[in-house]
């Protein structure tokens, strides 16, 4: 069976344009969707997904309504082969069903396997050469002037003992981790 499925990033958008194009391309039931691809969790995309079966095949108009990157692209192919589900992208003449389209696909997830691995290469490079200059990366360590003047408030209000842990960071708008770092911060005894 032929399953599609539309996504726009609003509601301000229209499903119009690729759902004509999905029911032209044989598609019984399209799943449409109005969320953001940035979100993880698009509920019509994991209700498509626990409706497929071996043999059905999803369509998209275009590869990028399906996937928020070419790593989440590659995931989504591998879960569909695993399910024995092809995949078809009307605009970039993707069609995983026929060999040629299983080939493309492959080479796409070797360059944005390439890709990484070129990034992660010269992040490491970066590194070491600052680290050879003598700079040293990742966050300064201890606690910036406004966090501070939060740790010796809530030094003071946990002291005082008028006020609960909950109430404490909702006051001062932090949560209970960060209260007690601040409290170990300023050497303040939890608990006693």
């Excluded at 569909?80 to 796409?108: A, E, W, Y």
């Excluded at 396997?113 to 003598?134: C, H, N, Q, V, Y």
Aim: aromatic letters at 6%; glycine letters at 8%; one cysteine or more.
């Amino acid at each position: 069976m032929k399953i599609g499925y539309a996504r726009v990033s609003t509601k301000d958008q229209s499903l119009d344009l690729q759902e004509d194009a999905l029911r032209k391309a044989g598609c019984k039931t399209i799943y449409g969707e109005y969320i953001s691809g940035a979100k993880a969790d698009r509920p019509k995309l994991n209700e498509l997904m626990g409706q497929l079966r071996q043999g059905d095949v999803v369509m998209v108009w275009k590869l990028d309504r399906l996937g928020r990157s070419l790593r989440d692209l590659v995931s989504l192919m591998s879960t569909f082969q695993d399910m024995g589900v092809g995949f078809k992208s009307l605009q970039d003449n993707i069609d995983t069903t026929t060999p040629m389209g299983k080939l493309n696909f492959h080479l796409f997830a070797a360059l944005a396997e390439f890709e990484r691995d070129i990034i992660s290469e010269r992040t490491k490079a970066g590194l070491a050469a600052a680290r050879a200059r003598g700079r040293k990366g990742g966050r300064p360590k201890g606690l910036s002037q406004k966090a501070k003047d939060k740790a010796r408030l809530a030094e003071s209000l946990y002291k005082e003992r008028e006020r609960s842990i909950a109430e404490i960071c909702d006051y001062l708008s932090i949560s209970k981790p960060t209260l007690y770092r601040y409290l170990r911060n300023r050497g303040v005894a939890i608990g006693s």
